[in-house]
């Protein structure tokens, strides 16, 4: 049986480069793989299997019975139907260990680094595989995604390293200007749904039992999003009414660096308690903050204990 490849739900870039390139890395290595995803890929990654002649993961709903590979998370959360009957062969990723297990050994490489197409890069290595040259290109283009062109907190000495090899082997002279081409791509939002743009990047976190939604959408100026915040307001109720105890949507300026965060909670002044900022009716700015995983949910998982 082949094992499917797969990043989280709302599948970003890294989820669906990370699965490509792990794909890709598994079979040369003589293991049967087929790269998989929870979902479509948004537009900028789009625009990255476009700009390298790459084709998207394929589809599933359902993992009952299969043999899965991780890539990009390993939470239950992020996981997909029929993941208790599916057997995890792998992880590789660079988020905090969440709370898949598994009944046999598996093959886990999980680093503090800013993506997981650094951990892959490293593996290709490890592994004496070489990196294609389309593939190259969309694991750079993912560590740019996943670093915000490398000003995130996340955003490590080997995240930058990865990203030079990359280049060389992708051919790209100027990554910067790579990376804000991809930018304003991602920070296109007419015509888009306000719905599409909540769950674009979303994900729920158990927060000392409060389940918790936190998005984000990153843009290249924020006055982008002035005309649908009421839109975004509203959908974000929708999102808590279905049983949340908050949603906050992250509304991230990669140039000023920081956050607009919008609110709807049962209790607002968890906000106040995580970030010591006092919101103005349903929202808050947040300078210098970039990263859910390595600012925004360590705060809040402080504030609700
Ligand atoms: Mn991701
Ligand atoms: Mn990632």
């Known amino acids: 049986m082949s094992t499917l490849v797969l990043g989280h739900m709302n599948p970003d870039t890294d989820s669906i480069i990370a699965s490509l390139a792990a794909t890709e890395l598994l ?42 590979f991780l890539v990009d998370f390993s939470d239950l959360a992020q996981a997909p139907k029929g993941i208790e009957t599916a057997v995890v062969k792998g992880i590789f990723d660079h988020h905090k260990l969440g709370d898949v297990t598994t009944s046999s050994p598996l093959e886990a490489v999980i680093l503090p680094v800013g993506c997981t197409c650094t951990v892959l890069t490293k593996l290709y290595k ?45 051919g790209v002279s100027d990554v910067t200007s790579l990376g804000l081409e991809m930018f304003k791509v991602k920070s296109a939002v007419d015509g888009t ?21 936190i998005g984000q959408l990153e843009v290249v100026d924020l006055s ?14 929708k999102v808590k009414a279905e ?38 009716g349903n929202e808050v700015w947040l300078p210098g903050v970039m990263s859910r995983k390595k600012q925004v949910v360590p705060n809040f998982e402080k504030a609700f204990k």
């Not at 998989?36 to 625009?47: I, L, N, R, V, Y």
């Not at 090899?165 to 992708?170: P, S």
């Not at 729920?204 to 389940?211: L, R, V």
């Open 27 to 68: 079979n040369k290595r003589g293991i049967e793989a087929v790269a998989a995803a929870q979902g479509d890929p948004t537009p900028e990654s789009k625009f990255v299997l476009e700009k390298f002649g790459l084709t998207a993961p394929k589809v599933i709903a359902d993992v009952a019975g299969k043999d899965i």
């Open 126 to 170: 490890y592994f004496g595989v070489e990196i294609p040259r389309n593939i190259a290109g969309g694991m750079l283009c993912a560590i740019l995604s996943d670093t915000v062109i490398f000003k995130s907190p996340t955003c490590t000495e080997d995240d930058k390293k990865a990203v030079e090899e990359l280049a060389k082997i992708a």
């Open 193 to 213: 749904p306000a719905k599409d743009l909540v769950f674009r990047d979303y994900k729920d976190f158990n927060m000392n039992g409060n389940k918790v939604g």
């Open 224 to 237: 982008i999003l002035d005309k649908v915040k009421p839109a975004l307001q509203e959908e974000i109720a």
């Open 243 to 280: 049983g949340r105890h908050s949603v906050f949507l992250l509304l991230t300026d990669i140039m000023k660096e920081g956050s607009q965060m919008l609110i709807c909670s049962d209790d607002a002044s968890v906000v106040e308690k995580a970030f010591g900022a006092k919101p103005q």
